[in-house]
T-cell receptor
């Protein structure tokens, strides 16, 4: 089925560990995004990508790393997880600037 | 600094009545606005959008109104149905720009 999938759906990790959240889309959309959702803050942009090998920072990029070697994949890595990174993470894609975002179902990450 | 604000965290409305969700923004450069709907354990889904050249856009039971001078937009749902119970996010961007700034969300509950 066409769509955008995130894995894992749930993850518990310890402070200081590296963790990677995966995102895969089948539409061949150029643009991909990572957002985090926190109570009182809504959705905040972490990183985005306009095409393979092109990435840029969003509003809250500190502590995160992204890569995009293939159009369909956009993994998000927490290099050394902290408790403040406990959140729900959403990956999204869009066809072009200004077109609506299509979101995955999210990854709930807990850092203990 | 929250550039897009939804000041009502929650709203309860009787089934069949009108639901009005409000959103304010501070960045006068924003000229494209969207509403997303989110069910629990799912990603947000696009609902309706409006560009700053319009003051109203309708799609079935959903209408978005934009008041540029007040930097305010609202989403009207008529008539409200139980399936409309969800969290609603407004979002804003510069037209043609890929980055969206989201509000904090309003949880709408439709009472049967």
């Amino acid at each position: 089925d066409a769509g955008i999938t995130q894995s894992p759906r749930y993850k518990i990790t310890e402070t200081g560990r590296q963790v990677t959240l995966m995102c895969h889309q089948t539409w061949s959309h150029s643009y991909m995004f990572w957002y985090r959702q926190d109570l009182g803050h809504g959705l905040r942009l972490i990183y985005y990508s306009a095409a393979a090998d092109i990435t840029d920072k969003g509003e809250v990029p500190d502590g995160y790393v992204v890569s995009r070697s293939k159009t369909e994949n956009f993994p998000l890595t927490l290099e050394s997880a902290t408790r403040s990174q406990t959140s729900v993470y959403f990956c999204a894609s869009s066809e072009s600037p200004g077109s609506p975002l299509h979101f995955g179902n999210g990854t709930r990450l807990t850092v203990t | 600094d929250q550039q897009v604000k939804q000041n009502s965290p929650s709203l309860s409305v009787q089934e069949g009545r009108i639901s009005i969700l409000n959103c304010d923004y501070t960045n006068s450069m924003f000229d494209y606005f969207l509403w997303y709907k989110k069910y629990p354990a799912e990603g947000p889904t696009f609902l309706i959008s409006i560009s700053s050249i319009k003051d109203k856009n309708e799609d079935g039971r959903f209408t978005v109104f934009l008041n540029k001078s007040a930097k305010h937009l609202s989403l009207h749902i008529v008539p409200s149905q139980p399936g409309d119970s969800a969290v609603y996010f407004c979002a804003a961007s510069l037209f043609g720009n890929e980055k969206l700034t989201f509000g904090t969300g309003t949880r709408l509950t439709i009472i049967p």
